[in-house]
């Protein structure tokens, strides 16, 4: 079984890359991001959970602006749009 840090990272945008997972029903993925990195208005057909592990990302999901800190988790329901910001590098 590999580590997240073994597989091969996709770049998602300047400063963020993403490692997968995927089942036949569902995906897990850790994206790495550098300080000062955005990851501009977006939205996809499936929800997602976020988890901040490290760092402090400030996030804006369905035109709330959120600090998310290590340890808090935000479902964002399908079809919603999100951004994100790097303050410090998150994990």
Same mark, same amino acid.
């Given at each position: 079984?590999?580590?997240?840090?073994?597989?091969?990272?996709?770049?998602?945008?300047? *400063?963020?890359?993403?490692?997968? !997972?995927? @089942?036949?029903? %569902?995906? &897990?993925?850790?994206?790495?991001?550098?300080?000062?990195?955005?990851?501009?208005?977006?939205?996809?057909?499936?929800?997602?959970?976020?988890?901040?592990?490290? *760092?402090?990302?400030?996030?804006? !999901?369905? @035109?709330?602006? %959120?600090? &998310?800190?290590?340890?808090?988790?935000?479902?964002?329901?399908?079809?919603?749009?999100?951004?994100?910001?790097?303050?410090?590098?998150?994990?």
């Amino acid at each position: 079984m590999p580590y997240f840090n073994e597989l091969t990272g996709k770049d998602l945008a300047p *400063g963020l890359t993403g490692r997968y !997972i995927h @089942g036949s029903k %569902m995906t &897990l993925g850790q994206v790495t991001i550098k300080a000062g990195s955005r990851l501009e208005e977006h939205q996809h057909p499936h929800e997602q959970i976020t988890v901040i592990l490290e *760092g402090t990302l400030e996030m804006k !999901i369905g @035109g709330i602006s %959120m600090q &998310l800190q290590p340890g808090m988790v935000y479902v964002i329901p399908p079809d919603t749009l999100h951004s994100a910001n790097a303050i410090t590098d998150c994990i």
